[in-house]
Each structure stands twice: as structure tokens, then as C-alpha cells.
């Protein structure tokens, strides 16, 4: 199993460009999730799914878009891209139990972005 | 509102020493609490998970935690460090029922020869 394999793993933008960062997960898993990692700041969640054509915003959300049309995928997409959305991007992903919920997840390696 | 301290961006010990990551929690439900380690360029991989059942966790590479209501702690132990336990660690809470993950700031842990 590959389980989380995001593309690509790096990336140079200019300021106003665009571009969608692909995660697949090979896990059948319900949950996705997108965060970024800056320094010193952890990880905070930019956008997550529910389900197979659901998305819902998440902490950091503004400057990004999602989309979940197949359950294997989450797409995170950049419409203008700006300096302050250099960052490493994880994307994760998660399952449910009937004991526990939602359980731990399973992260990708990470799309390290650089804005110029 | 859920949300996680870890005290100490960076801790340093020698090899052998005992390794302690600090991390308190807040949270207004019965928390699930977890620790990640992330090595340079790398993902995250979960170290160990607290579910409301056992209140100390084993987790892997010899890594524990235990689960401390009364101090809203969940802090991190290795009795004997080794070099390849040099990696960032973060301790995270679920923040809802959809699975979010809410993480502190990590912790970097250095191990000197």
C-alpha cells in the first residue's frame, strides 16, 4: 500500500500564479484533510472532507479551495498564490469506528511551496 | 474549545538519558490525545494514540505516554534515547467529531552522542 502520496513534492510559484496541490489515498478512507506547516506554528488545518463530494473549511481557509469529486482524491487549489502561503502542505487522512469515531491520521510526505 | 501546549520547542539530551516531552491539553470533552514524530522532510507518523481506555499509552520505538486528567497532561517518555530519536514531536487533540487533528507547536528533540 502507498497509503498518502501527494503531488508534487515541491514547487516554485510567482506571486498571482496558480496551481492544485493532488493528494490519493489508497486506504478507502472517508476523512481527508489539508493543513499547512510553518515554523513555529504547528499544524493548522486549511480545508478537510467529510465524504466523497463534500468539503468544509477549516481553520486557515482563506486563499485555498478544495475539492473531493472521487473518494480516493482531495485536490487544494491556489487561485492567486501569495507570498504568505509559502509553506510545507500536508494532506492526511482518516477513518471511522464504531467505538472510537474518528480515528488517528495517516499524513502524507508533504508539497514544500515557495511563493516568489 | 480544544487546544494543545507543548512546553519547549527544543529539548536536548544525551544518548541514554531519558527522554520527557511536555504536553498539556484543554479541552471541553473527553479528549483523544495523540503524539506524532516528523523526521526532516518527512511526513508525520504517529507515535502512539490515547482513546479513553488505558491511561498509559505504549506506543512505538519504545515511546510512552501517560494520561493524566487531573493535570490535563499527556506528556511523552522514552527511558533511554537513542540518535535516531532526533526528530520534531507534536502532540495533537481531535478537535471534532469530523477528525480533526489540533497541534501544538512541537517539539524538537535533539540527542548528543
Known amino acids: 500500500n502507498a497509503g498518502v502520496t501527494q503531488t508534487p513534492k515541491f514547487r516554485v510559484l510567482k506571486t498571482g500564479q496558480s496551481m492544485t496541490l493532488l493528494c490519493a489515498q489508497d486506504m478507502n478512507h472517508e476523512y481527508m484533510y489539508w493543513y499547512r506547516q510553518d515554523p513555529g506554528m504547528g499544524l493548522r488545518l486549511i480545508h478537510y472532507s467529510v465524504g466523497e463530494g463534500t468539503t468544509a473549511k477549516g481553520e486557515v481557509p482563506d486563499g485555498y479551495n478544495v475539492s473531493r469529486l472521487k473518494k480516493q482524491n482531495f485536490l487544494l487549489g491556489l487561485e492567486s498564490a501569495a507570498p504568505s502561503q509559502t509553506s510545507v502542505y500536508f494532506c492526511a487522512s482518516s477513518y471511522s469506528n464504531l467505538r472510537q469515531g474518528v480515528t488517528e491520521a495517516f499524513f502524507g510526505q508533504g508539497t514544500r511551496l515557495t511563493v516568489v | 474549545a480544544q487546544s494543545v501546549t507543548q512546553l519547549g520547542s527544543h529539548v536536548s539530551v544525551s544518548e541514554g538519558a531519558l527522554v520527557l516531552l511536555r504536553c498539556n491539553y484543554s479541552?471541553?470533552?473527553?479528549?483523544?490525545l495523540f503524539w506524532y514524530v516528523q523526521y526532516p522532510n518527512q511526513g508525520l507518523q504517529l507515535l502512539l494514540k490515547y482513546t479513553s481506555a488505558a491511561t498509559l499509552v505504549k506506543g512505538i520505538n519504545g515511546f510512552e505516554a501517560e494520561f493524566k486528567k487531573s493535570e490535563t497532561s499527556f506528556h511523552l517518555t522514552k527511558p533511554s534515547a537513542h540518535m535516531s530519536d532526533a526528530a520534531e514531536y507534536f502532540c495533537?487533540?481531535?478537535?471534532?467529531?469530523?477528525?480533526?487533528?489540533?497541534f501544538g507547536k512541537g517539539t524538537k528533540l535533539s540527542v548528543k552522542p
Open positions: 495533537a487533540v481531535r478537535g471534532g467529531s469530523q477528525g480533526n487533528l489540533i
Open positions: 479541552s471541553s470533552v473527553p479528549p483523544y
